[in-house]
């Protein structure tokens, strides 16, 4: 397998395989915590300290860890750092522990960290996995920026709380629901993949060359989807 | 060289209907019920039908140009669409809020899935759902000049709280509701002249009327007086003649068209009498379009002289 350089391994999170828009992986917690900017912000952040931290560990322990056992070890990781995040943004940001509620637990579950634990973290060094933890995790707080200023604007008429003169008295309210949240991503899908013009996913059918996960996956899941044949 | 053969595909006999003429007598069509909003509702009835046609029009020009499409808007069918929704409208809504509501319908349910006849389910329908649920003012109960407003509720929510009203007024018009959707006689007067022209078939507007009466004769225990109240109330006529029918997203074949009518007249039943919403018409257009290709290819045709599969 060619090496990526390191550059790309940091910066490929933002754009190119955006975890929310490209990968389309935790889109549980971008539809849920993107009807404000303020939770959304804090929502990123969170996962950005997880992912970063739990690469790190798990790209430590990679030569320790079996295989066969290797989701629940983990699930364990993950979660403990899940849990010391939680601890600290109820002991320091109250406000925003009262915001994101259950989704701050649901980090653990966020399928982007164990989607980079699996597919990166467990086969790279430390120092690019923390890279890779850092830029995943910057793609994800800009996208849930950016569909939480399209949601806050239109749906309450104000940005991170602050109200915005003419469309607070026009304001959407169905953007800040479930449904326009759904319309937002998708729109958001189609702007992304308008600006990389298609180029990261080639083709529609469920193959390596139409995956944008295929460079570090190196065709594991193909193998496994064979295996189960 | 002028004797040689011309050889095509089939189909060798066309028609002459276009689509901007088909969009034509489907404006024609709505007009009497658009005549009547104004004369019920009065002049802002014209501002909110102006404000979504000219919203409708504009959106899809400039959409195309954005683009860089074959311009569609010769085909009339942003000016239909703009029509049925105002008409699907309540007469005091904010203005801001109708052009709002047109431009959802204009580019996100029709010019991003490519434009008419490739929408996946009716723009003026899917728009009208987005209003209800973006914005409160939808549901407010308006109500026609020279009638007696102190009851304070739409037909539909009167008749849910087991009271009668005058089935006349009902067809005429004189109840509240959306500035197009109260006068029964001015839409079946449309639906009559599409009839006439061709442009619909009977099936739909027949079996979603249908058994939609059907279905509240049995709720309401065979009071048929009741039932024909229930269906002549709300937005079941308009509903049923001019965006149920809509080619792109109603079934092709006569058994389609009636599962596709049965279909739509047992969930606006079911949501009217048991769901959270007064009225059901437009949840039920939407689900039955979702489900629309699937009764199509239930219902495709034998070809003739061709295997059974």
């Known amino acids: ?229 | 060289m002028d004797k040689m053969l011309h050889v095509s595909v089939s189909p060798h006999i066309h028609g002459k209907k276009s689509t901007t003429g088909i969009m034509l007598d489907v404006i024609l069509a709505l007009l009497p019920a658009s005549v009547a909003g104004v004369l019920l509702f009065g002049l802002s009835a014209l501002w909110v039908i102006a404000t979504c046609v000219v919203t409708a029009v504009a959106c899809e020009a400039l959409f195309n140009l954005i683009v860089k499409k074959e311009q569609t808007v010769g085909d009339l069918s942003a000016i239909v669409t703009g029509l049925l929704l105002a008409l699907n409208l309540p007469a005091n809504i904010p203005l801001w809020q109708a052009a709002v509501g047109t431009l959802f319908a204009i580019i996100v349910v029709k010019c991003i899935f490519g434009g008419l006849g490739h929408n996946v389910v009716n723009p003026a329908i899917t728009a009208r759902v987005f209003m209800l649920i973006a914005f409160g003012s939808m549901t407010a109960a308006v109500f026609p000049a020279g009638v007696d407003a102190t009851a304070g509720a739409t037909p539909l929510s009167v008749l849910a709280k087991g009271e009668t009203v005058q089935l006349m007024d009902l067809f005429l018009g004189k109840c509240g509701g959306a500035l197009g959707e109260t006068s029964a006689l001015a839409l079946l007067i449309g639906g009559i002249y599409l009839l006439a022209r061709r442009v619909i078939s009977w099936h739909i507007p027949v079996s979603f009327i249908g058994s939609a009466f059907l279905l509240s004769l049995l709720v309401e225990k065979g009071d048929a007086t009741a039932a024909l109240a229930w269906i002549l109330s709300g937005g079941l006529f308009i509903g049923a003649i001019f965006m149920a029918t809509d080619y792109v997203t109603s079934p092709t074949t006569a058994k389609g068209k009636l599962i596709f009518g049965i279909g739509a007249g047992v969930i606006t039943v079911l949501v009217r009498f048991f769901g959270t919403y007064p009225e059901g018409v437009s949840f039920a257009i939407l689900l039955m379009n979702i489900v629309n290709p699937y009764i199509d290819s239930l219902c495709t045709r034998k070809v003739f002289g061709g295997s059974k599969k």
Do not use: W
């Open chain 1, 1 to 229: 397998m060619k090496k990526e350089n390191t550059m790309s391994v940091l910066l490929k999170g933002l754009l190119r395989e955006n975890p929310v828009f490209v990968l389309i992986l935790g889109t549980c917690p971008t539809l849920a915590t993107t009807t404000t900017v303020t939770g959304a912000f804090g929502m990123g952040l969170a996962t950005l300290a997880v992912l970063v931290c739990s690469n790190i560990v798990i790209s430590a322990l990679r030569k320790f860890i079996p295989d066969t056992v290797r989701i629940p070890c983990y699930i364990v990781v993950i979660a403990g750092f899940v849990t010391v995040v939680q601890m600290l943004i109820q002991a320091f940001i109250p406000d925003l522990y009262e915001t994101l509620g259950v989704y701050l637990a649901l980090i653990t579950v966020n399928c982007i960290i164990l989607g980079r634990a699996e597919m990166f973290a467990g086969k790279n060094p430390i120092g690019r996995s923390a890279l890779d933890g850092i830029g995943m995790g910057l793609g994800f707080t800009l996208a849930l920026l950016a569909m939480a200023t399209v949601r806050e604007v239109l749906g309450a008429g104000t940005f991170a709380g602050m109200e915005i003169p003419f469309l607070v008295d026009h304001k959407i309210e169905l953007m800040a629901k479930a449904p326009g949240g759904l319309m937002v991503y998708g729109i958001l899908i189609a702007v992304v993949n308008k600006i990389t013009k298609g180029k990261v996913i080639k083709k529609k059918e469920f193959s390596c060359a139409g995956c944008p996960a295929a460079a570090e996956c190196a065709g594991g899941c193909a193998e496994a989807v064979k295996e189960e044949q």
